[in-house]
């Protein structure tokens, strides 16, 4: 295995950055923002950095941090447990419908999404009535909801099941895709939604707090840790671990709610082995080094060796199915994506509306202004991305959207 891809540097009293970052764009201000992180007393061996790096609140997306001892609530962010989930099925591409487009509609009604609203089904982006299932994947999640809410009433959101199985906005989405064998995928992108953003804000604003009670001086207000044998550490980790596991419940659902629809537009398939379901924004703890560390992964993979994994590209660009590596310098993680090169704002202001349209021409999807910010121009080229981190990952399949659903 070539170790050589990733360039080092580090400042006097900080711990250093590896990141692997040849031939993509490493932003002035995101470069910063791993230097602050690194000058924290509970970070290291070393801050790892994948190359779809970019500029973040408080801590950089694309980046692994490890800690010992403490945490930190912005480097974990509000998206707690966001990630992405694909399945192979047995169908060709020869078996899809010429026209794509009412499949693409028959989803986008039958998963809640964006602030959509859809008569007696959503309303804006939430069910009006749950379904059963949802209802089930509830139960064994509520008590503990319930529990951490009594602790902490500020976390609480209106109506996590109303979510549950549930897209959201922004970089989220919903994708059949094609690999290179013509076998279509159904892949998606989402998190834990308004119940993992209540709790991401709180413990945020919370650590702040309690960092400032404390006079201590941080490089970023946003980088405020807790402390590990604290009652709020243990807390956030058990809100945190809550999160995730909805945010992994919520991608199953809306799985099968895809593949309800699927069922009734194409002929009858099956499954196969190739299931992935992997959070890119979430801490857990790991053993590297021979050191008990907390391992935060914000907008990072976990590729341990054998481990599968996803890499999306932007709609429209090409995404992959990845197997890990086990790369230890880099705490055995990848990318999560492309990574982004524009702001939204940059992103509508730079790139024309006849411009989206010719990037994702070959893809059911939106056209209109309104996701012009998630266009593939805005995003790094998915090729240099995983050209830079193959020591990381090897390409186990290539695949291609040909439907994409945004919220």
Known sequence: M?????QTFHDEGAVPIKAWVNGVPLEDAARQQLRNIARLPIVGPWIAVMPDVHLGIGATVGSVVPTEGAIIP?????????????????LRADQL???LQTIRSDIERAVPHGFVTVE??????????????AGTRWRPLEQRYRSLVDRH???????????????????????????ENDQVWVMLHSGSRGAGNRIGQYFIEKARNEM??????????DLAYFSEGSTVFDDYVEAVEWAQEY?????????????????KHLPSFQLTRMAINCHHNYVQRETHFGRDLLITRKGAVSAREGQFGIIPGSMGAKS???????????FCSCSHGAGRVMSRNEAKRRITLGEHRAATAHVECRKDADVIDESPAAYKPIDKVMAAQSDLVEIMHTLRQVVCVKG
């Not at 007696?120 to 299932?133: D, F, I, L």
């Not at 945010?247 to 069922?263: C, K, P, S, W, Y």
């Open 97 to 99: 419908p010429e026209n």
């Open 120 to 133: 007696g089904r959503s309303a804006k982006g939430n069910w009006v009535v749950a379904p059963n299932s």
């Open 247 to 263: 945010a992994a419940q919520n991608r199953q659902q809306m799985m099968e709610t895809v593949l309800g629809v699927l069922r």
């Open 320 to 330: 992959f199915i990845v197997r890990g590596l086990g790369n230890a310098e880099s």
């Open 2 to 6: 070539n170790t050589a891809l990733h």
């Open 74 to 90: 912005a480097a974990v962010g509000v998206d707690i447990g966001c990630g992405m989930m694909a399945y192979q099925t047995t």
């Open 212 to 221: 400032q009670k404390q006079q201590a001086n941080l490089p970023d207000r």
């Open 153 to 179: 009433p500020q976390i609480s959101h209106k109506s996590p099941l109303s979510q549950l199985g549930s897209l959201g906005g922004g970089n989220h989405f919903i994708e059949l895709c094609l690999d």
